[in-house]
């Protein structure tokens, strides 16, 4: 079983929500069902501007196919989008499955030795080099995600709690400790170039999303103070 929590938000499965453990190939399983259900039906399936209510969303499993979406793709979207891993369709499963199988040829595997440098050369590019080359169709997005300006990440503790140890860690790091809304608080460090501002949210009745965001210009200062003190004050590591 996996413990890291990472993802896209709008691709993670439930499971990683849950952070109980997870096995990597099933969430790759919901990881593609999200895909296909974008490239089918031009949008997300669990969607919100409100990153907790997509949340919720996620974890409930809640998602409406369009109108227009064959009752095959329906009945296959729904099996690869189980909020369920132990019910969710299997990898195996796939490649039986009567929608999956139309129009699909068995690939035909064999070795071939490169007749010169540059086929040896292309022998060795992988699919996302293969879609890179494409200017229109760049996945980047959904693999990568900056830390910048910031980071999210999911606790099983108390928000009150952790925003307690957010202000103690500011005061004995002697910065300015303002309050924001309900579990919301923001440090700033000297001439108000250097910031950050910590935000939790309730997920579920034990599950709450950390996000802090960078406030000051001072980008060092800003990694320095989260890597080496706030984070391991609210994760414990």
Request: proline share 5%; with cysteine; hydrophobic share 35%.
């Amino acid at each position: 079983m996996l413990h890291t929590l990472c993802g896209t938000p709008a691709y993670v499965a439930p499971e990683i929500l849950s952070k109980k453990g997870y096995d990597g190939a099933k969430v790759d399983v919901w990881s593609c069902g999200v895909i296909l259900f974008v490239m089918n039906a031009g949008y997300l399936p669990f969607n919100d501007p409100n990153l907790m209510a997509m949340y919720r969303k996620i974890y409930n499993g809640e998602f409406r196919c369009p109108k227009w979406m064959s009752s095959d793709m329906r009945r296959f979207i729904s099996r690869l989008l189980d909020r369920n891993p132990v019910t969710r369709i299997s990898l195996d499963e796939i490649l039986k499955d009567p929608w999956f199988r139309k129009g699909y040829k068995e690939p035909k595997f064999h070795e071939e030795q490169p007749k010169d440098d540059a086929q040896a050369s292309s022998s060795k590019l992988n699919a996302f080099d293969l879609i890179s080359f494409s200017s229109g169709l760049n996945l980047s997005g959904l693999l990568d995600e900056s830390h910048d300006y910031g980071e999210r990440f999911i606790l099983r503790e108390s928000p009150d709690k952790l925003v307690e140890k957010v202000e103690q860690l500011g005061k004995g790091e002697r910065l300015k400790v303002k309050k924001k809304k309900q579990w919301g608080v923001e440090l700033e460090g000297k001439e108000g170039i250097s910031g950050v501002a910590i935000e939790v949210y309730q997920l579920t009745d034990e599950l709450v999303v950390v996000e802090t965001k960078r406030t000051g210009s001072d980008a060092q200062w800003y990694k320095e103070l989260w890597n080496n003190k706030l984070r391991p004050a609210l994760v414990g590591n």
